[in-house]
């Protein structure tokens, strides 16, 4: 048998029935490279001994070319310091800072590219020698991937900061045109009243004065306007989308929420599901918009009963429905009507623009926003959206 590296057969002992479970060297190489991730054995000096065919590959290295190297070779230079002490006061007081610990460190390949990975180390005596056994997994796209949620969510924020911005530009601008007409309406009345009697040429401040107030009247209804179109610009945003690929593209992000909240998220969507003309942005807006408040509706019920389901399906040859199913208290009677309305919240910290916004977008879509109580519990929250532009103008008549 080859005991190149000291390597002793496991025995196992059965009791009823004596079977054969010793592993021959051939057996324990076949596993170690038959195994996903990069495993390695060193000695307590911290010198590689063996490399399977995984961390061959995540380190560039061949087994046979390492052996005997202090492990330094394969980590960026400031974490192997750290194992190193790490290893050191191990051995001298068996305090256990990594052994049986998973860890994240920064690892080496050959090209001198750097890489995160998780290392568990595990510990071994082989006679009177001692090993020990590293198992390191690559989080390179781990991390990617968590970099791309983080990204999304900020662009996210962003958008929806940018989209309530408007919305409440576009109120305002309604709520602030009238008064700032009155006040341009009166003031013209006071130069015609101080005219008419003759007064205008002998107060020469106050008309001066009434100009003024007239030009700067008309300098914020012109400011008010161009807010108003800024808004309705966002609005002009349609690009066909596949919604399969919209939504794919939140769910990260989904997940991510529902996970932090121990809420089981599970997403069903009919394999063909139709192109939309849309806004994207806006649309997963909604849909994180939906998914935030079932989440949120589910605050108070058990853990283990906490239940999101996310579907989409081809409701008619023209329309596709999104459906955010949430197993919390559903919608009371009397917040049934107010729901989308601006400012409607039953939450501590809730601004109530959520819905009320997801309805005018829904709106400007062509589509519609609504839900119903389910018959068990909770409550589905439902966006159906048209497949195909509207017509713009029918051309063909006069
Ligand atoms: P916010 O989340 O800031 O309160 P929203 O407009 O998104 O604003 O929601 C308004 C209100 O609608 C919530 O405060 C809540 O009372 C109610 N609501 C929304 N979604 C649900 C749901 N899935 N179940 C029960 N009530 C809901």
Redesign the pocket.
Known sequence: MDTRHGYQPLKMEDPGQRIDTEFSAAEFDALLNAAVDGIIVTDRQGRLLRMNAAAERMFGYQETEITGQAIDIIMNPRDARQHGRYMDNYLRTGERKIIGIGREVVARHRSGREFPVDLAIGEASVGDEMRFVGLIRDLTEQKLAEEEALRQREQMNHASRLTTMGEMAAAMAHELNQPLSAIANYTAACQRLLQQEGQAQASPDVDRALDQISVQAHRAAEIIQRIRDFARSREAAREPIDLRDLIAQILPLARMDARAHHTDLRVRLEKDLPVVMADPIQIQQVLL??I???I??MEAVPARDRRLDLRAWLEDAEHVRVT?T?R????PED?KDG??TPF????AS???????I?RSIATAHGGTLS?FNNPVA??T?YLILPTKIEPEEDEGHD
């Open positions: 918009n939906l935030r408040n079932g949120d509706a955010v949430d919390g208290p559903g919608v917040a729901l989308f409607f919240t039953t939450k809730g601004m109530g623009l959520g819905l009320a997801s839900h909770g409550a929250f």
